[in-house]
């Protein structure tokens, strides 16, 4: 099918007018606004500044630099040193025929908080925006310029670039047809926790109201923790892990010395988690920017006023597995030894031996590690948003696919292809397991309409979450089907667990390093998603 053609069209936003295309059904796309000011000279390691006003029209048909960082995903751009308009937004549309303003989905990419940008192909928009929702898309500071620990500056930059993208969404969504009173927060994995994290910060209060989390991770840092990090990659980078010495580092410098620590965390590990998955920037507690976990915020109710929409994969990290971004695990000794570091009881190991009893050691150490992370974590936010008032509905996606030699699996982030009706684009191929068939496309098209409902009036099409029951919608071919928590054996399994990031925040856990950082260490296997 050839491309369509495409004209021309412009819209006056607050600082300026933009262009961008429009192709021939009628879908705006005008990719690359700036939202904020270059995060760099002056402005490095700071909140987010206003972007300057434009007297000219602004060329927005392609989208805008990512922010520093190492990462090569398939058919997305580099970063490349020397960019530094990192942070603006995307916006799809098909303006509506009527003068009703259209709901607005605020789309936040995930990368383990370190890589990522919203110009993956799997991110498009074009199919919400036919589905009748104004989608937006925003780069953020990511890896050390948005999340690593600086003294003297604030922590959580890539938070508060989002709730500067969300501020720009308010003062200039009604030119292109979007509702600033209807906006939905939607996001996976890195992404989905930044929405969790939006839901318990003061600054996004009354900028969203509704929130969408696909595979949020239960990983979060003390400020103490951040700090051990920053340690670490100043050592690495040859700077002192002060305000002036790490502005003394060029972007370029602190992506391989990240790098360089990451690599070292399995033997090395800040706190327990990382010598099994070795992320180095998470969202910070600092008690200002984000004052606590946002498991603890929802249970408080602060956020009841926001609807709430949670979906995870039946096995998040057999995907992160295969593509070498976790600690492999194959013995009983090996998995006793996680267990341990995770201060997870042994009824619960012995639990998931019973209900997988012919499955070798990885496939139960990477079912219990995938629960602690996301599966538990997720279904908490949920149980706990509805047990404080607020409105929260769950789903799990289930698609499976077998094919000669072995099959796909429900891993991480194969539903994100079908929510965005992108089951097309450049490598959703690898997450999907092959070219979509028809029972892949009905799917997808069910999984987008919930999105678009939801966005628009808070019910994805399945019944909520109670203070009684956990109601989940399975998503799965070549039907869905309504399932219920009670009845769960996995839940059964953690009732009373604590998540691991809950018990290393309350005890403050940083484990100093054993070995000295060297800046010559092996940089990791390239990682591609979380």
């Known amino acids: 099918m050839g491309e369509q053609p495409r004209v021309r069209t412009e819209f006056r936003t607050a600082g300026g007018t933009v262009r961008g295309v429009r192709s021939a059904d009628g879908v705006a796309a005008v990719l690359g606004i700036p939202y904020a000011a270059a995060p760099f000279g002056v402005n490095?390691?700071?909140?987010?500044?206003?972007?300057?006003?434009?007297?000219?029209?602004?060329?927005?048909?392609?989208?805008?630099?990512?922010?520093?960082?190492?990462?090569?995903?398939?058919?997305?751009?580099?970063?490349?040193?020397?960019?530094?308009?990192?942070?603006?937004?995307?916006v799809w549309v098909r303006p509506p025929s009527?003068?009703?303003?259209?709901?607005?989905?605020?789309?936040?990419?995930?990368?383990?908080?370190t890589f990522g940008s919203s110009a993956q192909p799997d991110f498009d928009g074009t199919a919400l925006a036919r589905a009748g929702v104004v989608v937006v898309s925003c780069n953020y500071r990511v890896g050390f310029e948005g999340f690593g620990h600086v003294p003297g500056f604030p922590d959580n930059r890539g938070l508060l670039d989002q709730v500067a993208a969300l501020r720009w969404v308010q003062e200039n969504i009604a030119a292109f047809g979007g509702d600033p009173g209807n906006v939905t927060v939607a996001g996976h994995s890195a992404g989905a926790g930044?929405?969790?994290?939006?839901?318990?910060?003061?600054?996004?209060?009354?900028?969203?109201?509704?929130?969408?989390?696909?595979?949020?991770?239960?990983?979060?840092f003390t400020v103490e923790a951040a700090a051990a990090i920053t340690s670490r990659i100043a050592a690495a980078a040859g700077v002192a892990a002060t305000g002036p010495g790490l502005l003394s580092a060029s972007p370029q410098a602190l992506v391989a010395a990240s790098d360089q620590v990451a690599a070292r965390c399995e033997a090395d590990p800040v706190t327990a988690v990382q010598a099994f998955d070795p992320v180095v920037f998470q969202p910070v507690i600092?008690?200002?920017?984000?004052?606590?976990?946002?498991?603890?915020?929802?249970?408080?109710?602060?956020?009841?006023?926001?609807?709430?929409?949670?979906?995870?994969?039946?096995?998040?990290?057999?995907?992160?597995?295969?593509?070498?971004?976790?600690?492999?695990?194959?013995?009983?000794?090996?998995?006793?030894?996680?267990?341990?570091?995770?201060?997870?009881p042994a009824e619960l190991v012995a639990g998931y031996r019973a209900l997988m009893p012919d499955a070798p050691v990885l496939d139960r150490y990477l079912a219990i590690l995938g629960d602690a992370v996301f599966g538990e974590y997720g279904s908490r936010l949920a149980e706990q948003h509805a047990r404080a008032g607020g409105r929260a509905h769950l789903s799990r996606f289930a698609r499976r696919r077998a094919r000669p030699g072995g099959g796909t699996r429900p891993w991480h982030t194969a539903d994100i292809p079908f929510a965005f009706g992108n089951l097309d684009a450049a490598g959703a191929d690898f997450l999907i397991g092959g070219a979509p068939d028809a029972p892949d496309r009905a799917l997808s098209r069910r999984m987008l309409r919930a999105w678009a409902d939801f966005?628009?009036?808070?019910?994805?099409?399945?019944?909520?979450?109670?203070?009684d029951g956990t109601p989940v919608r399975v998503w799965a071919v070549p039907d869905d089907h309504l399932s219920d928590d009670g009845a769960c054996a996995v839940r059964a399994l953690w009732r009373d667990v604590p998540l691991y990031a809950e018990r290393e925040a309350a005890a403050g856990l940083v484990r100093e390093p054993t070995t000295t950082s060297s800046p010559t260490a092996t940089l990791p296997?390239?990682?591609?998603s979380k």
Do not use: K
């Not at 966005?455 to 203070?467: I, K, N, S, Y």
């Open 455 to 467: 966005a628009a009036r808070g019910d994805p099409g399945w019944p909520p979450v109670t203070a």
């Open 44 to 90: 490095r390691f700071c909140p987010p500044r206003p972007a300057a006003d434009r007297s000219a029209p602004l060329d927005c048909t392609a989208f805008g630099p990512v922010a520093p960082q190492s990462a090569e995903l398939p058919g997305s751009p580099v970063w490349r040193p020397g960019d530094e308009d990192v942070l603006t937004v995307n």
């Open 286 to 344: 600092d008690g200002e920017v984000l004052p606590l976990d946002p498991l603890a915020a929802l249970a408080s109710g602060i956020s009841r006023e926001v609807d709430l929409l949670v979906c995870h994969t039946l096995e998040e990290y057999w995907f992160l597995h295969e593509v070498g971004a976790v600690r492999e695990v194959a013995s009983e000794a090996g998995l006793a030894e996680f267990a341990e570091a995770l201060a997870l």
């Open 98 to 113: 009527d003068a009703a303003p259209l709901p607005v989905l605020f789309w936040i990419h995930g990368g383990a908080y």
């Open 525 to 528: 296997a390239r990682r591609t």
């Open 194 to 220: 930044s929405a969790v994290c939006l839901m318990a910060m003061d600054a996004a209060r009354g900028l969203f109201h509704r929130a969408i989390a696909h595979s949020a991770p239960h990983g979060l």
